[in-house]
């Protein structure tokens, strides 16, 4: 097993970060031929997932689940005591970010083959920030 | 690989319970430095996710996911055929948690790192009982 | 570790499919005895998850993802700039799959026991298809 970590810094209060690269330069870093890689992030306002990087789609992701669990609970005739409770504080309204992240968790696992990330044609690696702008850490396991 | 796994008892319909300690415990049982710690709940009305335990936020986060999948569908003009194949069943009324766990998956993964779960800062890990109370098993599994 | 793989025909536009015998097919050809069983798929139309093979009850869970995430956006009062960006392309009038894959990803992972797969009582894994009919393919590893 080979272990690293990287960080990033997210620019807007909700963003998805390509992150596909920084894996597989840790994936050849390791040397590992076959296996799988492990990427998992400490956060409870952000999380890993995997898709198609095409800006159109990505800003679609972001408006629809912003739709399912919005900055502002109003809209949607919900109440955020989660944000009640910090109302003073500015960095703590982030009840739709928590939201997100407990559906979509902060791990991905994508298999190795010949040393290289076993993706299919079209898939992308995401960070997916939901209470930017911050700096952010990912942490790395491939196994193999 | 070490291998062990405990019961758990939900009290309430819907219910966010921590088992950080217990997973830290099996970790520590194990004995391993390194490596992750895979935990898998054999329901399919309950689930497992990562996020932060604050009283206000696991009711905000119980609350909103229920109004994505209502425990009574005609609130979204939905139907369950589900619960209406079982409507004579009181204990089979329970669409939304299989619509939930569907979504969430009964597993999570989280790394180790010098005999001790790295998680970050605010996470904790959860055991989501989605159609309680009844009794759970999670089983674990530390790889190193 | 032991690699296998799979194709598979949807023939629906949203469809589950139960890949269970498949992937137990798998662990048993590995002769691995205790460990886990990763599978994953290359598609970002597409995911992987676990629940219970019920009909009903799958139509529900159909039914009530696409509820959230329509194929036609205007149900929410939303807009999917992918799909009109391609709007001249029928094969890419598919974001809700996209905003679903992304939710749910494509993987699975589950504990092997004795040779078995360690699934509960209720639990099937499924190939969910969100932008079928399509030939798909499922990459498999036995780790133990």
Request: with cysteine.
């Given at each position: 097993?080979?272990r690293d970590?990287?960080s990033?810094r997210?620019r807007?209060?909700?963003e998805?970060?390509?992150i596909?690269?920084?894996?597989?330069?840790?994936?050849e870093?390791?040397g590992?031929?076959?296996g799988f890689v492990l990427?998992?992030?400490?956060?409870?306002?952000a999380?890993?997932?995997?898709?198609?990087?095409d800006?159109e789609?990505?800003?679609?992701i972001?408006e629809?689940?912003?739709?399912l669990?919005?900055?502002?609970?109003h809209?949607?005739?919900?109440?955020?005591?989660?944000?009640?409770?910090?109302?003073?504080?500015?960095?703590e309204?982030?009840?739709h970010?928590?939201i997100?992240a407990?559906l979509m968790k902060p791990?991905?696992?994508?298999?190795?083959e010949?040393g290289?990330?076993?993706?299919?044609?079209?898939?992308?690696?995401f960070?997916f920030?939901?209470?930017?702008?911050r700096?952010r850490n990912v942490?790395?396991?491939?196994?193999?």
């Open positions: 097993m080979f970590e990287f990033l997210s807007e209060r909700v998805i970060i390509d596909t690269s920084r894996l597989e330069g840790i994936v870093k390791s590992l031929r076959d990427a998992y992030t400490g956060h409870v306002t999380c890993l997932t995997i898709n198609e990087n800006r789609l990505l800003e679609d972001k629809n689940l912003l739709r669990a919005p900055i502002d609970p809209l949607v005739n919900s109440r955020y005591r989660h944000n009640e409770k910090y109302s003073s504080m500015s960095g309204q982030n009840t970010a928590h997100l407990t791990s991905i696992i994508v298999p190795i010949k290289r990330l076993r993706l299919g044609t079209w898939q992308s690696l960070f920030e939901l209470d930017g702008p700096s942490q790395v396991q491939v196994w193999g």
